[in-house]
Nanobody, 122 residues
Framework: QVQLAESGGGSVQPGGSLRLSCAASGSIFSINSMGWYRQNAGKERELVATATSGGNTNYADSVKGRFTISRDNTKNTVSLQMNSLKPEDTAVYYC????????????????WGQGTQVTVSS
């Protein structure tokens, strides 16, 4: 089993900043992609940003230039620095990891964190 532990989040005024962090632990053989998704009630979960083990990053158009994802492959952690936050960034943010877990390393697996609330409001 692999687990994701999220930290960060909270409430901030528009224009403010927050930092989310996520650490993976458990029977990890390798992690290919780690990232963040977000979801509001009644809406589908959407990609925010992802980072591969090779250093490739991908951002939603709505957060480009404001959010920065960073990853530490040696510690199996990923962080999301969120600047210039807008009310529309309000959502539950979920950490996600995709990779190979022991002992069945031939199969790709994925795991989700429990989510952390981000609220941007004046």
């Amino acid at each position: 089993q692999v687990q994701l532990a999220e930290s960060g989040g909270g409430s901030v005024q528009p224009g403010g900043s927050l930092r989310l962090s996520c650490a993976a632990s458990g029977s990890i053989f390798s992690i290919n992609s780690m990232g963040w998704y977000r979801q509001n009630a009644g809406k589908e979960r959407e990609l925010v940003a992802t980072a591969t083990s090779g250093g490739n990053t991908n951002y939603a158009d709505s957060v480009k230039g404001r959010f920065t994802i960073s990853r530490d492959n040696t510690k199996n952690t990923v962080s999301l620095q969120m600047n210039s936050l807008k009310p529309e960034d309000t959502a539950v943010y979920y950490c996600h990891a995709e990779g190979r877990w022991k002992p069945n390393i031939l199969n790709r697996r994925e795991v989700w964190g429990q989510g952390t609330q981000v609220t941007v409001s004046s």
